[in-house]
């Protein structure tokens, strides 16, 4: 695994503010901005904490949810540096529209909010892990996003078209499996405002990428379409959100406490339903790119074959 200081320097663009614009401009994500702040909530006032019963299932039952409800923390913190390098990278870049700044801006609060309850439920069941009992899948979760944001030779609009508008579009899809199936009173609170949030999220990267593909050239389209399947073939195939679909560390516990959690109604869904819900987004997620003219190849997966 890679530390700190391996890491190359990363090339930041030069700051050029002026003109300053901050009209109006894509009005479809200055809403989702709207939206955002007037959902605003705050997690230790609007979540009934005290529902929750940690006795009313038995202690594998109990530990699995502490081991799904804390990598469910890991990955969301992901978002606490990347929001805003991400929002850093709009600001540098010169006659980038102002509604996506103002939007990360919400953006980021909400991942927080995310953080803080994906901890504290599983703290409440016993502890929050910090870190994989496992120490192979340190390297699958420890992304450098923000430093791909800030990256002066990384394309904006490919960033986004990657991880703002497939990546979120994904976690979308399985955020809807588990508040579908969270039975447990304050799960189920927790992620009817995640699930609300992420509507937002992934709104926001399809129609960003839907304002920006006209004014692809042949180049940039073949390097987002590039960077998407590396995407899914080096992360998303790694079992980065869904830990069944590694091929590289054995996921048979992972698998094993999602299975429980399911079963109990804490917020959680089955590998086979949450690789189902990968092929069908996948699915979408071709087609829609298509009609962008961002042609993605089939993938071959050795769980779920060609996709």
Known sequence: ?????????????????????????????????EAGKQQHWVPQKDIAWSEL?????????????RQVWSRRAWVE???????????????????RESD???????????????????????????????????????????????????????????YVAVHCAV?????????????????????AQILQKALAAKERHAAFG???LEERASQMDAALQAS?????????????????HIPSLSSEIDASAESAAATLVAEAGLGAATPAREQQAFRDYLSSARARLGELGLALPVLRHPVLGEV
């Open 1 to 33: 695994m890679q530390t700190s200081s391996s890491y190359a320097p990363t090339p930041i663009m030069v700051e050029r503010r002026f003109p300053l614009d901050l009209q109006r401009s894509i009005l479809s994500i200055r809403e989702l901005y």
């Open 53 to 65: 019963d940690p006795g009313a299932w038995p202690p594998p039952v109990v530990e699995a949810a």
């Open 77 to 95: 913190y992901t978002g606490l540096a990347e929001t805003p390098a991400l929002l850093i990278r709009f600001c540098l870049e010169l006659d």
């Open 100 to 158: 996506p700044k103002y939007f990360l801006t919400v953006r980021n609060t909400e991942e927080a909010w995310h953080v803080e309850c994906f901890h504290r439920y599983a703290k409440a069941l016993g502890g929050y892990l910090a870190r994989p009992a496992d120490p192979a899948w340190e390297p699958v979760l420890n992304r450098t996003l923000y430093r791909d944001a800030l990256n002066a030779m990384q394309s904006l609009d490919a």
């Open 167 to 187: 990546e979120d579009g994904l976690e979308l899809e399985l955020y809807r499996l588990y508040a579908g199936n969270a039975r447990e009173p304050v799960a």
């Open 206 to 208: 399809w129609l960003y």
């Open 224 to 240: 987002v379409v590039a960077q998407i399947t590396a995407w899914l073939q080096e992360v998303a195939f790694a079992g980065y």
